[in-house]
């Protein structure tokens, strides 16, 4: 079955020039978007209305004109603030639009110690804070040409991007030690993660989840709700009732064949999951995704 990858591999953009600008609406277009990371930069940019941002398990209200940084591997989501609807951007572009040719010392000096981990920055950055004011002549630019941004507006992208680094830099703190231990326990959550991808149609314990991470239970349990904002159990459900969303809205598997195929094999307690997550039954969800109303 089709399953959410957590770790994005997607080119944005293209091979060449690998930039995209992605425009969203929360719950219109999409209700949320699960946990993933991928190798590339990523500025989050609220328009309208308010949006929730998830970032190394810390969550974010991003309301009109607020600014959320994602640096590379960093762990993020997005998804609906409460009731509150929202507009927004996802600006997605790859370090290696700041390499030159050959050895570049300037991209070693300042891109690299983002890649790896060795600076970083506030990166929730509301409207009118000192980095939103400098980094916004570069974000809005973006915006506002993100459909001719692969035609005759490489060198704006670009020129927009440098600065936009130069504000990062300016604005960055070598990360402290203790902030690369704890990434570094993250990162190993990350096989949790990839452990619920593979066999969230079958049973799934806290227990295998522990022991691939090479972590106690109850270390797990206590790190898993740090990074992800939720329990491990509560994860796998809310995965599991993403994928049985996407299945309604794209296939024509009956009801109770699609909560089999995700891992729920009490119906009811499917119908009762999904009614609290999207507010509707499995039935009326695909009945709106295929009208267009979702």
């Not at 953009?13 to 992605?22: E, L, N, Q, R």
């Not at 219109?28 to 328009?47: Q, T, V």
């Not at 920055?121 to 941004?149: K, T, Y």
Request: aromatic content about 14%.
């Amino acid at each position: 079955m089709d399953c959410a990858e957590l770790h994005e591999t997607k080119i944005h953009g293209s091979i060449a020039f690998p930039y995209s600008v992605y425009r969203g609406r929360i719950p219109e277009w999409i209700h949320s978007f699960p946990l993933h990371w991928h190798e590339g930069f990523e500025l989050i940019y609220c328009e309208t209305g308010s949006i929730q941002a998830a970032l190394w398990g810390q969550a974010y209200t991003l309301r009109a004109g607020d600014l959320l940084v994602v640096l590379p591997h960093a762990v993020h989501s997005i998804e609906r603030a409460g009731p509150a609807e929202g507009e927004y951007y996802n600006i997605i572009f790859h370090p290696s639009l700041f390499k030159g040719a050959g050895g570049d010392p300037c991209y070693d000096k300042y891109v690299l110690p983002f890649v790896n981990g060795e600076r970083t920055m506030d990166c929730f950055q509301p409207a009118g804070s000192a980095f939103n004011l400098d980094a916004a002549p570069c974000v809005l630019p973006l915006i506002a040409h993100r459909r001719e941004s692969h035609s005759t507006y490489e060198l704006m992208v670009k020129s927009n991007l440098f600065q936009l680094l130069y504000h990062m830099t300016q604005y960055s703190v070598p990360a402290a030690a203790s902030d690369g231990g704890l990434r570094l326990s993250y990162g190993r959550l990350k096989d949790a993660l990839y452990y619920v991808q593979n066999c969230y149609d079958r049973e799934v314990s806290i227990q295998e989840a522990a022991k691939r991470c090479g972590f106690s239970e109850s270390y797990f349990m206590k790190l898993f709700k740090e990074f992800t904002g939720m329990s491990f159990n509560a994860y796998l459900v809310d995965y599991r009732l993403e994928l049985a969303a996407k299945q309604l809205s794209e296939t024509d598997y009956r009801v109770i064949d699609v909560a089999e195929n995700c891992g729920f094999h009490n119906h009811s307690y499917f119908t009762r999951a999904f009614q609290k997550k999207y507010h509707t039954t499995p039935l009326a969800y695909r009945k709106a995704a295929r009208s267009g109303g979702e």
